[in-house]
Each structure stands twice: as structure tokens, then as C-alpha cells.
């Protein structure tokens, strides 16, 4: 089982290498290489997990959709951004327990922290977003309780599989202010690979997180 989980790691990390040296060179060749790493994520975590979750499937199945309508970047702009919204929901219902394992008032108390963080980064970006504005609000709301979510359970068990599952959905946020940034102030080549890399990254914490391991024979 070790062997098979190294080799669809390997492959995961492979694919996603090659892929950065195509973007904005070769979008097709880009796009067949970040879905190769995503299904071989998703082989990955079938075949590790003695559980298969499968809201995380979805996640999987979304994030092969949302790469292939970003790619080519404004032409399919609203929808990649539709699905990435549909991912932070499917996220949010993962971690859903954490509505059913903290008080009240500490839930109402870190959401607030957390709406007040995503109301700031909306008032540096509101000038440059224009009239995906609204697209905007969705995600960083759906981005606060999903990362409110993550962060609570991890608070009510502190295992490596929550702080995984946190640390990981920490950083596709940070990619996602990071693309914002990139794509409506700043533009620059080095931030897209960066926050390319640190989706990656992210992802493959979060297959982790969720792989329950098979017992041993």
C-alpha cells in the first residue's frame, strides 16, 4: 500500500512540476498536465482511504472543472469562479462538525474575526474589481466560514489531520489573494507561479488530510 501511495504521490508532484513550465506558453499542454495531477490526486486518496468522503470527491471532480475553465483565463472567467465558490461550499460541508462541537458564542466570536479580515482585503480590491464584484463577496464570505470551519475543529481536536486540513485550506486563500492581487493590481509573471505552486501544495495537504488509512493485513 506504501508503494502505491509513493508512486501516485511522485506522479501528483511530477505532473504539477512540468505544468509551470507551460503557463503562458502552451495552455493545452498546461491544462492536460494540471488535470493528470489532479486525477492522480484523486487516485491517490481512492486508493489509500479505507473511507471515502464523498463530498471530497466532488471537491476533486470541481477542481478538474474549475482548472479547466481558468485556464484560458478571462473566456471562462465567470464560470472557473462559479466553481471555486461551489468548492469553498463543499469545504464548508466537510467540516461542518465544527457547527455541532463549539458554543454559540464562540462560533459568532471567530466569524466576526474572520468577516472583518475578508470586508479589509474587499476594500483595497474593491476599485479594481468592477462587475465581478458580487462574484467576489461570494467567495471571500464562502472562503471566511470555510477557513472559520477548519480552524474550529482544529481547535476541539488538535490531530494532524485537522491541522493539515487547516494549514491547507490557509493557503488557497492565500492564493486566492494572491491571483486577486495579480490579476487586478499588480500583474506579473513570478506571482502566478507562485500562487500556482501554492495550490498545489495545498491540495495535496488536504488529500492527506482527508485519507483515513486502510488497516494493516
Known amino acids: 500500500m506504501k508503494s502505491i ?9 511530477i505532473a504539477s512540476l512540468l505544468s509551470l513550465f507551460f503557463i503562458d506558453n502552451d495552455a493545452m499542454i498546461e491544462l492536460v498536465l494540471k488535470l493528470l495531477s489532479l486525477i492522480f490526486l484523486s487516485f491517490l486518496y481512492l486508493s489509500t482511504s479505507k ?21 484560458f483565463d478571462s473566456d471562462l472567467l465567470m464560470v472557473g469562479t ?13 467540516s461542518r462538525r465544527a457547527l455541532f462541537r463549539t458554543n454559540l458564542k464562540t462560533l459568532a466570536f471567530y466569524f466576526v474575526v474572520c468577516l472583518l479580515v475578508f470586508v479589509v482585503i474587499y476594500v483595497v480590491l474593491k476599485p ?24 474550529l475543529n482544529y481547535l476541539n481536536k488538535m490531530n494532524t489531520q ?52 486502510k488497516l494493516k493485513k
Open 82 to 94: 462559479g466553481l471555486l465558490i461551489a468548492n469553498r461550499i463543499l469545504y464548508i460541508i466537510i
Open 51 to 71: 473511507e471515502i468522503n464523498y463530498w471530497y470527491v466532488l471537491v476533486l471532480l470541481c477542481s478538474i472543472a474549475s482548472d479547466a475553465s481558468l485556464i
Open 128 to 151: 479594481y474589481l468592477q462587475e465581478i464584484s458580487y462574484i467576489f463577496i461570494s467567495l471571500g464570505i464562502t472562503s471566511a466560514i470555510m477557513i472559520l470551519f477548519a480552524f
Open 162 to 213: 485537522n491541522k493539515l486540513f487547516l494549514f491547507g485550506l490557509f493557503l488557497i486563500i492565500t492564493g486566492d489573494i494572491l491571483m486577486a492581487f495579480n490579476k487586478f493590481l499588480d500583474y506579473n509573471m513570478a506571482y502566478v507561479l507562485i500562487y500556482t505552486i501554492i495550490y498545489y501544495i495545498a491540495r495535496y495537504l488536504i488529500c492527506e488530510s482527508m485519507i483515513v488509512n
Open 5 to 13: 501511495t509513493n508512486k501516485y504521490s511522485i506522479l501528483y508532484f
